[in-house]
């Protein structure tokens, strides 16, 4: 597997490796057996992963640095077409910069390796899957979900980046003259009002869209401890999140005021309603800046609200996929160490 470029060299440089244990990983969750290993071919990285079963090049091509797959047979590479769902052109997710973004890369990365880690891993790769982003800033996850032809469902307290989705979305839809319906509303229950929704469903093409085969994406503009009032129970099968680093984005309460740097705090508030949200035997999977909370400290807030980590502090090797517990842990900048910790409900 040929990796590919990141306009962000410092992740460009943990790239390998964390492909490598998101692969093995992913494999391990589907009863794959598969070995990757890093290797370097006239002066380029590469992943050589070896094993027999038919849908390794599947699993391969999902991976979140899966740049080109190429057959490897007596010294020669021979190009072999990445087998992986992706509905829409990937600018949905590359166009929007902006300080504070979360690495498209490792947006795909903490999907794939959360999704496996569930009870029903296949979900991932058959286009079931339902996610929410509880605290999706301005969408990565709600586009990296578009553009592989998930559902998903985000929340943001910040009105700014909710105008600067829609302002985003609205735009893309129609450049790239995609049949779709987009709705901004209120966010209403029992008389009370939460703040706003934008409701989009959009197909790939004109006879997706007659046959309903659509993509969703609701994004409410609201407190993400108050998610218990407005979101059906047990509805989606894995929530994802970039918590805030307590660096460039603070951890805001329902009246703005900025909480303490640590997002253990707002964690507390925020995980009855997130473990509600989620079916049984689906999964969270959080990134957080070890600076900040530790991952000890990660594992016992999750497990004080009912779940169990399988990925992360005291997980010596998860029951899938055998990966070392800090096999994702990588530099984003001087202020940032992030890692991930994945929980399960039930
Ligand atoms: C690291 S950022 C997520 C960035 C996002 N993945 C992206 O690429 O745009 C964390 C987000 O959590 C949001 N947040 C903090 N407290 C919140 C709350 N109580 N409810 C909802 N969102 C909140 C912040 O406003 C910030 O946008």
Same mark, same amino acid.
């Given at each position: 597997m040929l990796l590919a470029p990141s306009s962000n060299r410092v992740y460009a440089g943990d790239a390998a490796r964390l492909n490598a244990a998101e692969i093995t990983l992913l494999a391990g969750a589907l009863g794959i057996e598969a070995s990757v290993e890093p290797v370097t071919v006239a002066g380029v990285d590469y992943l050589a992963v070896a094993g027999d079963d038919d849908r390794l090049d599947r699993v391969v091509s999902e991976a979140?640095? /899966?740049?080109a797959l190429f057959g490897a047979r007596d010294g020669l590479l021979s190009p072999t077409p990445l087998e992986r769902r992706r509905l829409y052109t990937d600018d949905v997710v590359t166009i929007q910069k902006y300080q504070g973004k979360t690495n498209e890369q490792f947006t795909h990365l903490l999907l794939n390796v959360t999704a496996a880690l569930?009870?029903?891993? /296949?979900q991932l790769l058959d286009g079931t899957l339902h996610v929410l982003d509880p605290m999706c800033g301005r969408g990565t996850t709600l586009n990296t979900c578009l553009l592989r032809g998930l559902d998903i469902t985000g929340i943001e307290v910040d009105k700014g980046d909710f105008e600067q989705y829609q302002a985003f979305i609205t735009t893309w839809l129609r450049t790239h003259r995609l049949k779709h319906e987009i709705d901004a509303t209120q966010i209403r229950r029992s008389g009370r009002t939460y703040g706003r929704a934008l409701e989009l469903e959009t197909a790939p093409s004109k006879e997706d869209w007659k046959a309903g085969r659509t993509q969703q994406v609701t994004y409410l503009s609201m407190d993400?401890?108050?998610l218990p009032d407005v979101m059906r129970r047990a509805s989606v099968d894995v929530v994802v999140t970039d918590l805030p680093?307590?660096?460039?984005h603070g951890s805001h309460g329902s009246n703005g005021e900025r909480l303490a740097r640590s997002p253990l705090r707002l964690l507390d508030r925020a995980l009855p309603g997130w473990h509600d949200a989620l079916r049984t035997g689906g999964t969270i999977g959080l990134a957080y800046n070890r600076h900040v909370a530790g991952p000890e400290a990660m594992a016992e807030a999750l497990e004080a609200h009912g779940f169990t980590v399988v990925h992360g502090h005291g997980v010596d090797g998860p029951t899938q996929g055998h990966v /070392? /517990?800090?096999?994702f842990r990588h530099r984003v900048d001087a202020s940032i160490d992030r890692d991930i910790v994945v929980a399960r409900k039930g």
């Open positions: 979140s640095g /899966a740049f569930s009870k029903r891993p /296949a993400t401890t108050k680093y307590g660096v460039q /070392a /517990a800090d096999a």
